[in-house]
């Protein structure tokens, strides 16, 4: 009972990340550089503590932080700029997809010939990608905050597959997360017209407590998952997003988008349950 109340809380740290976001930039409380700066801010203090408090070291001189410093940064950018206009829910749908088809892609092309079975899900859940992404009535109207919700899932793929043969994920994440900062700041300060006291509430909230303690929850309960568990308990973070977004922000649920979520998370359902293996969560 207690390994799935700690996997529960984890998921919807998960999917507050898109919920605290949408509602700082699409609410005006901060723009979305401001945002993104401060929670990986926020992020870096609070990993650094915790790793402090496990009495590990923090990693930053290594080669693969800066490939991992750099991905995280495209995500953090790319995830605040689209809640510009997208909901919440379409957004973690979006992110989710691109995250998960990108990572398969790349499974498939360095590792193994993939099985009938994998492809036919990729396949499903790509088509229902495209359909979330389909302008016009129904659909994805804003090319452009889905552009930067794609970029934002090929950057956290890309932070992820370059940090999938850490030793110790905790500190390598804290010290990404700590030479991430200097590259965002440099990058989006210039354009940081926003923030106010809700902004940066929200903001230390997000990267504090929804990204930084629930990566390290995540750390804490990803061992004690078994392989074939671990990636299929992460399709309920767009659910979740989907339905708090629904309830807390009002958003609207069209026929089209729930019908793209189902095919995205049926489509990866078929494809990481065969041979599955752990994945880091955005």
Same mark, same amino acid.
């Given at each position: ?30 723009? !979305?550089? *401001? ?12 990993? +650094? ?17 800066? %490939?991992?410093?750099? #991905?995280?940064? %495209?995500?953090?950018?790319?995830? *605040? ?6 909901? +919440?829910?379409?957004?973690?749908? %979006? ?6 088809? #990108? ?10 010939? !993939?099985? =009938?079975?994998?492809?036919?899900? +990729?396949?499903? =859940? ?8 389909? !302008?016009?009535?129904?659909?994805? *109207? ?22 999938? =043969? ?13 030479? $991430? ?24 909230? $997000? ?36 339905? +708090? ?20 998370? $049926?489509? %990866?359902?078929? =494809? ?5 293996? *752990?994945?880091?969560?955005?």
């Amino acid at each position: 009972m207690q390994l799935f109340l700690l996997t529960t809380v984890t998921m919807m740290a998960f999917a507050s990340n898109s919920l605290l976001t949408r509602l700082a930039v699409d609410g005006g409380h901060m723009d !979305p550089n *401001s945002f993104a700066i401060v929670r990986v801010l926020a992020g870096a203090v609070t990993l +650094a503590l915790i790793l402090k408090a496990r009495g590990g070291q923090i990693e930053i001189g290594q080669g693969r932080r800066v %490939i991992g410093a750099i #991905s995280l940064a %495209i995500y953090m950018a790319g995830f *605040s700029l689209a809640y510009l206009t997208l909901d +919440a829910g379409l957004g973690a749908l %979006i992110l989710f997809g691109v995250v998960q088809i #990108s990572m398969f892609g790349h499974a498939a092309a360095t590792k193994m010939q !993939p099985s =009938a079975r994998q492809i036919f899900g +990729a396949s499903i =859940a790509f088509v229902g990608l495209l359909l979330a992404l389909w !302008p016009g009535p129904g659909g994805q *109207s804003d090319i452009l905050g889905a552009g930067f919700m794609t970029l934002a899932g090929l950057g956290w793929a890309a932070y992820t597959v370059s940090g999938r =043969a850490e030793a110790d994920p905790l500190a390598a994440t804290t010290g990404n997360f700590i030479l $991430c900062l200097p590259i965002v700041v440099v990058l989006l300060l210039a354009f940081a017209t926003q923030t106010s006291v809700t902004g940066w509430a929200l903001a230390v909230l $997000c990267g504090g407590v929804t990204s930084g303690l629930g990566y390290a929850m995540w750390y804490t309960v990803l061992p004690r998952l078994p392989q074939n568990v671990a990636p299929v308990v992460q399709l309920s973070v767009p659910i979740i997003a989907l339905v +708090a977004g629904a309830l807390l922000l009002g958003e609207e649920i069209s026929l089209l988008v729930a019908g793209a979520a189902a095919l995205v998370i $049926c489509g %990866i359902a078929l =494809a990481i349950t065969t041979g599955a293996r *752990s994945k880091r969560t955005p």
